[in-house]
């Protein structure tokens, strides 16, 4: 059997990242083989991933990029199990990465961005082995993609919230539209883009809340259609009023500033992922009637 010194497990670690142990075993499993030690830490990279895959990734972070001509971009989000891990360097170098190879071939699709060129190997295989060396389940949640004749900007509020904005205006217009729209979170850019079943819900609840108050049914019209108006005001980016100026709608703002919103994207991480709760006192009491 080859002697496994100390230089071959830190050259070795060096090229994977990975713990020293788990190198040195893999060096004495390939009898020092450099090549075949690499090769068998990326296939049990492989299986730890399937292993973490079924736990909860719900924590994470928005990664985003732009060609250097502002005309193709991508917003995605990347899940990991801790916001631990969301802070690490080589994670937040994996989501930027995975956004830029979405936005070259125009993906949308996880399954599909996890096959295109990433590093020195794929997506997959970068993910795979981040998986291994930070020891959590991470996945490729969603993705958006642009392409325009106009402009797109970017915003990202940490790491936990991320716009994109396909505006025709200049680029600080575009930035403070997508601070607004990170702060004041509207679905849509104007009203007739708003789901008519969502109107058709509100609908309902300001007829029967109107209803009650006793009034005649044209007085009990206009009510409802009074609080229809500004529902649909409250969540389109042109009905809502400026953060930056209150007084003024980002529609008057467009208007003034000779621009317009052709779409915009917003990602919050982990939205709509249910989180498992634990109840570390629970545990605690539990583990102190063993």
């Known amino acids: 059997m080859a002697e496994i010194t100390a230089g071959m497990v830190k050259d070795l670690r060096e090229r994977t990242g990975l713990g020293m142990m788990e190198c040195k075993k893999a060096l004495a499993e390939t009898n020092g083989d450099m090549t075949a030690a690499e090769d068998l830490l990326r296939i049990k990279s492989g299986a730890k991933a399937s292993k973490a895959a079924a736990r909860v990734a719900a924590e994470g972070v928005i990664g985003a990029w732009i060609s250097a001509d502002g005309k193709t971009g991508a917003l995605v989000e990347i ?81 936990k919230i991320g716009v994109m904005v396909d505006l025709q205006g200049d680029e600080v217009l575009g930035k403070d539209l997508a601070m607004h729209i990170a702060a004041s979170k509207p679905i849509c850019v104007s009203r007739d883009q708003v789901d008519a079943s969502l109107i058709e819900k509100e609908r309902e609840i300001y007829s029967a809340q109107a209803a009650e108050s006793g009034k005649p049914a044209d007085i009990v019209a206009k009510m409802v259609e009074g609080r229809i108006n500004k529902y649909l005001a409250e969540v389109t980016l042109l009905g809502q009023p400026f953060v930056k100026n209150p007084d003024q709608t980002v529609e008057k703002l467009l208007a003034e500033k000779k621009s317009r919103v052709n779409g915009f994207t917003m990602f919050v991480v982990g939205e709509g992922i249910e989180k498992k709760v634990v109840d570390y006192a629970a545990e605690v009491a539990a583990a102190a009637k063993v």
């Open 79 to 159: 899940n990991c199990e801790t916001d631990f891990v969301a802070r690490n360097e080589d994670f937040l170098a994996f989501a930027r990465g995975v956004a830029e190879a979405a936005a070259s071939k125009q993906i949308t699709d996880a399954e599909n961005v996890a096959t295109q060129p990433l590093g020195d190997g794929t997506v997959e295989s970068q993910r795979q082995a981040l998986v291994m060396k930070l020891g959590e389940n991470m996945s490729i949640r969603r993705i958006a993609c642009y392409q325009t004749a106009d402009r797109l900007v970017t915003y990202l509020h940490g790491s």
